[in-house]
């Protein structure tokens, strides 16, 4: 069983920088594909960026160029930096761990992003 503890979330104006962390314990950290997705009130979940053991990336088109994802792997924790914010990424984040990157089978509790005009 995986557990994983987001943090970093909080508001901030459009035009700003937040950092997202996530930490994992009780697996195999390097067997899991790291993901971040996102809720925004009234919406689906969304994906936004994973990052395999290797490093290989990807990125959901919104997340290309403003929110770089990392992890590492000594620290068992993944990262997302996201840059130039803009209201409509207002959402609740979660980080996700899987095998595959379309399958995620440990989700954390979420942390929340609020981007205000």
């Known amino acids: 069983q995986v557990q994983l503890v987001e943090s970093g979330g909080g508001s901030v104006q459009a035009g700003g920088s937040l950092r997202l962390s996530c930490a994992a314990s009780?697996?195999?950290?390097?067997?899991?594909?790291m993901a971040w997705f996102r809720q925004a009130p009234g919406k689906e979940r969304e994906f936004v960026a994973a990052?395999?053991?290797?490093?290989?990336?990807k990125y959901a088109e919104s997340a290309k160029g403003r929110f770089p994802i990392s992890r590492e792997n000594a620290k068992n924790t993944v990262n997302l930096q996201m840059d130039n914010l803009n209201p409509e990424d207002t959402a609740v984040y979660y980080c996700?761990?899987?095998?595959?990157?379309?399958?995620?089978?440990?989700w954390g509790q979420g942390t929340q992003v609020t981007v205000s005009s």
């Open positions: 009780g697996g195999t950290f390097r067997s899991y594909i």
């Open positions: 990052v395999a053991w290797s490093g290989v990336k």
């Open positions: 996700a761990a899987g095998q595959d990157w379309q399958t995620y089978t440990y």
